[in-house]
Structure formats: C-alpha cells, structure tokens
C-alpha cells in the first residue's frame, strides 16, 4: 500500500506539506539556521506522529472494550544523537489517563498499541519506553 504526501518549498527553509486526507502542514526550521519559525519542525511532528499514532490506537482498543476515559494525553520525549544524522535514539512516552478504567485492560491497550498497530512507531528506529499514570497515580514501566 503506497502513500503519497506532497511537500511544497515556499521559501527560504519553509514548506507546506498537502496530505491524501486533504490536510496542510507548515513546516520549517529555526532563525538560527535560516528558518523563520513559521511552522513545526520536522523532528516534532515526528514524534507528534508517534503519539498521534498510538493514543488513536489507544482510544480504539479502550471504546471496543466499552471503555471511556474522561480525559487522556500523551507526553512524549525523544532524545537525539548529537552528530549528524541526529536522529532519535530513544523516545519516551507517557500515557496519562483518567476515569473508571481498570488498570489491566489500559495496560493491555498500550501493549497492543506498542506490539501490533502503531505503524508509527514500528517505522522509527529508536527504542520506545512507555510509561503510564491512571487517575493520578503512576503505573508500571511497559516495556
């Protein structure tokens, strides 16, 4: 299955990006490498991606066990090399939910979002860790 995005160079170091689902994305660098900060970098929609990717799949596996969070966000940080091509060498991720939802099924959701369907971050080559907090109270380390 091909995907096909669309990048347009507007000027100097910014771009739009077109989407098959009819969306646009600005992106571009920081003044101090010629940007005008007009848009998000690259690097953090990257891992807005990953995060996008997993907490979808998260509320998916969550409504089809008749589940429903109150409210649900999602802390990622990601660590990068220092010598070119700095790409990410790990990325870190909080999920951080809250409502009547029992403990197990949450941890089963984010392994199936970690395991099986995010191809988000089953495209990036960085070891993820995981972690958790339900209602307020921090969770086990999901590796």
């Given at each position: 299955?091909?995907?096909?995005?669309?990048?347009?160079?507007?000027?100097?170091?910014?771009?739009?990006?077109s989407?098959?689902?009819?969306?646009?994305?600005?992106?571009?660098?920081?003044?101090?490498?010629?940007?005008?900060?007009?848009g998000?970098?690259?690097?953090?929609?990257?891992?807005?991606?990953?995060?996008?990717?997993?907490?979808?799949d998260?509320?998916?596996?969550?409504?089809?066990?008749?589940?429903?969070?109150?409210?649900?966000?999602?802390?990622?940080?990601?660590t990068?090399?220092?010598?070119?091509?700095?790409?990410?060498?790990?990325?870190?991720?909080?999920?951080a939910?809250?409502?009547?939802l029992?403990?197990?099924?949450?941890?089963?959701?984010?392994?199936?979002?970690?395991?099986?369907?995010?191809?988000?971050?089953?495209?990036?080559?960085?070891?993820?860790?995981?972690?958790y907090?339900?209602?307020?109270?921090t969770?086990?380390?999901?590796i």
């Open positions: 299955m091909r995907m096909r995005n669309i990048v347009k160079w507007n000027d100097k170091m910014a771009f739009t990006g989407t098959p689902s009819g969306h646009e994305i600005y992106l571009d660098a920081s003044e101090e490498v010629g940007g005008e900060n007009s998000a970098r690259p690097t953090e929609l990257l891992l807005q991606a990953v995060a996008g990717c997993t907490g979808i998260i509320i998916s596996i969550l409504k089809k066990m008749r589940l429903n969070p109150s409210s649900f966000h999602i802390e990622i940080d990601g990068r090399a220092e010598e070119h091509p700095k790409r990410f060498t790990g990325i870190e991720i909080h999920y939910l809250e409502g009547d029992p403990e197990d099924k949450v941890v089963r959701a984010i392994r199936l979002s970690k395991d099986t369907y995010c191809s988000v971050s089953h495209s990036v080559n960085a070891e993820v860790s995981i972690s907090s339900l209602n307020g109270k969770g086990k380390e999901i």
